[in-house]
């Protein structure tokens, strides 16, 4: 911690000194995600980015780096944090069936995904594997894979574990043929969520890497129930994103939200987590102009991190769906201005 | 003669890199006198001269700043009693 001391001196040579000292928060890293988890790298050459989010189905074959992502370790070894997200969730191709596979000379057969989340009315509902089914070993497999290629890769990553619980459970889950409620569906991913996180921390991982739950952010209640102290302990990161979709969002009022939850609701283990904005984005039906929007992130961050409870550690854009920026080149360049600005630095 | 003293502030204590940060010093000496001399001159027909003004500065004050994380501090303000640093974080 700097120090900065006062001396006040007479003509005699008498002095007196007085000291205080300060605090100089770490820079907060600008980051990116580009649409389909297409390679960002033209699009972060020559701009402050230093963080990148990553989504991958533990179904997949081809977790780390995933398949055909070979651009994904040069952006590590250069330096970008990598969030992965990790989801149970099945991504749907080419088959939702059990699989069979051999990893580091083991065999492993994992059951069909048996969760369904995301049940929202008229929608198709995703099949998921179901948090039974980690408790009962039955994705160690998965686990395990997964496990064996992140140890190629030759750095360290931060894993989220789910995209965003309060997504998956707004409207109740269901495994074999149970339905359990919005808070029964939290209650039973922190227990699977903890399996998870336990089950990779019980091996050796490679040094700088860290584990979070994912969240959207955007229901107090959720967040309070996926966030207890007991799974804080194993955590590095809160996590939560941010989006504004509506002309009356501001950037202070977006980022602060969910921080204001966390700091009324959560515990001290929790709130000496920094946070890591996964996402977020601003939608360009309500803001034509998103650079202008973007321009008042800086100052958004920089005011909240001077305030009480968890630091702001990581904002990485969402360049897909809600977030997606257009024109993209006005966006990019409104990107690249924010971030090389504090407390981006 | 008596010892200054020296009281330094800075409100908010934290900050992100590249902010402005402001230091505020307050400061003194008993001993320490700010007078004016004025001075007219008269002839024994009593025309005086006009008056002239000197000022004189009794223990005089210098304030010094440094930093252990080598930030340069330079003078924003100072009326004698409060001066104000400034410094980039």
């Known amino acids: 911690m700097p120090r900065v001391t006062v001396t006040v001196r007479d003509s005699a040579s008498r002095t007196a000194s007085a000291s205080v000292a300060y605090t100089v928060l770490p820079p907060v890293l600008g980051g990116y995600y580009l649409s389909g988890g297409a390679d960002p790298t033209a699009d972060m050459a020559g701009g402050n980015f230093r963080s990148l989010t990553q989504y991958r189905s533990f179904a997949d074959g081809y977790t780390f780096p995933g398949y055909q992502r070979p651009w994904l370790i040069t952006l590590g070894r250069a330096g970008v944090q990598l969030n992965m997200v990790l989801e149970l969730k099945h991504y749907g191709a080419p088959d939702t069936g059990p699989q069979t596979f051999t990893v580091d000379g083991v065999r492993y057969t994992v059951p069909a995904p048996a969760m369904t989340i995301q049940q929202r009315p008229g929608a198709v509902w995703p099949k998921a594997y179901g948090y039974g089914q980690v408790l009962a070993g039955q994705c160690d497999g998965l686990f395990a894979r997964a496990l064996s290629q992140y140890l190629t890769m030759g750095f360290g990553v931060n894993i989220q574990l789910a995209s965003e619980l309060d997504t998956d459970h707004e409207f109740g889950t269901t495994e074999a043929g149970k339905a359990y409620t919005w808070a029964e569906s939290d209650a039973r991913a922190v227990q699977a969520v903890t399996y998870i996180v336990n089950w990779f921390r019980a091996k050796g991982l490679p040094q700088g890497s860290t584990f979070s739950v994912g969240v959207g952010g955007f229901n107090r209640d959720c967040f309070r129930r996926t966030h207890p102290e007991a799974l804080m302990t194993r955590l590095d990161y809160l996590q939560w994103n941010v989006y504004a979709t509506s002309p009356s969002h501001t950037a202070l009022e977006r980022f602060r939200r969910t921080k204001d939850w966390a700091v009324a609701d959560l515990g001290p283990v929790a709130l000496s987590r920094p946070v890591l904005i996964a996402e977020w984005g601003v939608r360009v039906i309500e803001f034509p102009d998103q650079a202008a929007w973007i321009a008042t992130v800086p100052p958004a961050i920089a005011r909240l991190n001077a305030e009480r409870g968890p630091l702001i550690a990581r904002t990485n854009y969402f360049n897909s769906g809600w977030g997606t920026l257009s024109p993209k080149a006005t966006g990019l360049a409104a990107l690249r201005a924010a971030y090389a600005r504090p407390p981006y630095g | ?89």
């Open chain 2, 1 to 89: 003669m008596a010892a200054p003293t020296a009281n330094a502030s800075m409100n908010p204590t934290t900050y992100s890199p590249g902010e402005q940060m402001l230091l505020t010093v307050n400061y003194g000496d008993p001993d320490h006198q700010r007078l004016t001399v004025t001075v007219t001159v008269a002839d024994a027909q009593g025309n005086r001269s006009a008056p002239v003004s000197v000022t004189a500065v009794i223990d005089p004050l210098t304030v010094t700043v440094a930093d252990d994380s080598g930030r340069t501090w330079s003078r924003v303000s100072d009326n004698g009693a409060v001066a104000v640093f400034r410094a980039v974080a």
